[in-house]
């Protein structure tokens, strides 16, 4: 998406979260002072029960003069309603009216709250979604830095965003950080940084911190904060995990419906995106996520609610026992590596269906680092002269090196073709974490599956395969599948049910002999 394809559009909504943050905040006007810029009026907004509270979020929007308002309603649907770090649909958006919806967003794509948008800019290798506004901006040459107000603002969104600029990875991070610090208002910088948490906010991050119970045989913490900004839960969670035993916290606060829940997570064997869904349906990032518990899913006919925060305390410790003990951890790879015996589970084959292949090094350069978001779990790679790409037949994407692709396929120089969102769903599945992402498309060739065989069980307990760094996981769910090739049985790993019963097919075994 462009943005000056907005400009067809006169009466636009610009949306940020209920819950806006410095990088939401930023990035929403970025977007606001481009179409001021073009003679638009367009009118940047947020939803839910709160106003921002934060200390240094009301003095950015007051000391920046950004135009952003706390609204329950659009008294006139909008023709182009536009999200901003977050996507329509969302558990922490509001839903508003618009003709046509779009998002620009820096989180993981969900595939179902974008099937009905008209536009997406979705990046989900991005620090801040304010460097995805900035990025788009600097394409249609759009003069940042001669707005100071705008300046400060983006990068105080990075900065926000990335744990102080501690956790950028992204080259384009790095690019809009070093572009705009010599450009920002310092003195701002300094009250947004030093200003953080009111007396109020500070007393309560303390008492939370206080009544904070954890687990030390599964390393967790769970604390609730007094009613109060959920920036300020990021804070308690940031917190807790500092604690020399503790690898996974909770911080939440009851509203309106249910609680506001900020997990985090500094273990491999964890990532925080999938904890707060199992918690809540929510979401995030590896080692950052949040979500909300509603009330319905707490499953008491009649609640007290005076007693309602300690309720939801009582179904976290017991969901987050149920997470650790209810999972199968595998440590593949190597020599200590852990192999579950699959021998005599049923065999199966692949069907000769056509799939797509591409080597990396055709569109990265070597060396560089990529991650990789697969059905089962993100990888995170170098790229290699001898790393390939594999789109599956729903385009899904996995890697594997040429000896193994060659082995269970025939390679055809025919290009694979797919559809513009094909295409596009399968270059968001592969993100440069040092460089500016490339598109795979026009590289992609066609392979034809060999008729390989693997070993499978139908999984009934949650189910983690490491990969061998032990830094990232094939994540399967109770009904997907855990594999490993008859050639290799220590080449194991996971397939969702859909995929693996759309691409296999269970055969007899010749028992002669």
């Not at 009026?41 to 240094?56: D, M």
């Not at 509203?255 to 809540?280: F, H, I, M, P, W």
């Not at 179904?315 to 200590?336: N, P, V």
Request: net charge negative; hydrophobic share 35%; aromatic share 8%.
């Amino acid at each position: 998406m462009e943005l000056k394809a907005l400009l067809q559009f006169d009466r636009i909504v610009i949306q940020c979260h209920d819950n806006p943050d410095a990088d939401a905040i930023a990035s929403g006007y970025g977007v606001f002072t481009y179409l001021r810029a073009h003679g638009k009026q367009p009118r940047l907004i947020y939803g839910g029960v709160h106003a921002v509270q934060k200390s240094n979020l009301k003095r950015m929007v007051e000391r920046l003069h950004i135009p952003i308002e706390h609204v329950r309603e659009l008294e006139e649907e909008p023709e182009l309603l536009l999200t901003v770090d977050c996507q329509p649909g969302e558990g922490n958006v509001q839903r508003f009216p618009g003709r046509k919806t779009a998002a620009i967003d820096h989180h993981i794509t969900r595939k179902d709250s974008l099937s009905g948008l008209w536009a997406g800019e979705i990046r989900d290798n991005y620090g801040a979604c304010a460097t995805i506004v900035w990025d788009m901006l600097r394409k249609e040459g759009f003069p940042v830095t001669e707005n100071r107000s705008l300046t400060t603002a983006l990068y105080y969104g990075l900065f926000m965003d990335t744990c102080k600029l501690q956790e950028i990875c992204q080259l384009m991070d790095r690019t809009m950080r070093d572009m705009l610090e010599m450009k920002c208002d310092d003195a701002a910088l300094d009250e947004f940084r030093t200003h953080n948490l009111t007396t109020e906010e500070l007393q309560i991050v303390g008492r939370a911190l206080a009544g904070c119970s954890c687990d030390e045989k599964y390393r967790f913490a769970i604390a609730q904060a007094d009613c109060c900004d959920p920036n300020l839960l990021g804070i308690i969670s940031d917190q807790m995990l500092e604690t020399d035993t503790v690898d996974t916290c909770i911080a939440y606060c009851m509203q309106a419906g249910g609680a506001k829940l900020s997990v985090r997570s500094c273990s491999n064997e964890t990532r925080a995106n999938d904890l707060a869904g199992y918690l809540a349906g929510g979401g995030g990032h590896e080692r950052k996520a949040g979500g909300f518990l509603a009330v319905g899913l707490l499953k008491y006919d009649t609640i007290d609610p005076s007693e309602l925060g300690s309720i939801v305390r009582r179904f976290l410790d017991a969901r987050m026992k149920d997470y650790f003990q209810g999972q199968d951890l595998i440590h593949a790879g190597g020599e200590s590596g852990t192999y579950p015996d699959l021998s005599k589970e049923p065999l199966y084959q692949k069907k000769p269906l056509e799939i797509g292949y591409v080597r990396a090094a055709d569109v990265y350069d070597v060396g560089t680092r990529i991650k990789i978001r697969m059905l089962e779990g993100d990888r995170v790679e170098t790229v290699s002269e001898d790393l390939y790409f594999i789109i599956g037949v729903k385009h899904e994407v996995y890697i594997n090196t040429y000896q193994k692709l060659a082995e269970n396929n025939e390679l055809l120089e025919k290009p694979y073709v797919l559809s513009p969102q094909e295409a596009q769903d399968v270059e968001d599945a592969v993100n440069a974490v040092q460089e500016e992402d490339r598109q795979l498309s026009g590289h992609i060739r066609t392979c034809i599956p060999r008729h390989s065989c693997v070993r499978g069980y139908r999984l009934e307990r949650r189910t983690k395969v490491f990969h061998p760094d032990g830094r990232s996981y094939y994540l399967g769910e109770p009904g997907d599948y855990l594999v490993s090739r008859v050639e290799d049985p220590s080449d194991l790993y996971i397939i969702r049910r859909d995929v693996f019963e759309w691409t296999y097919e269970r055969i007899t075994e010749d028992t002669d002999g």
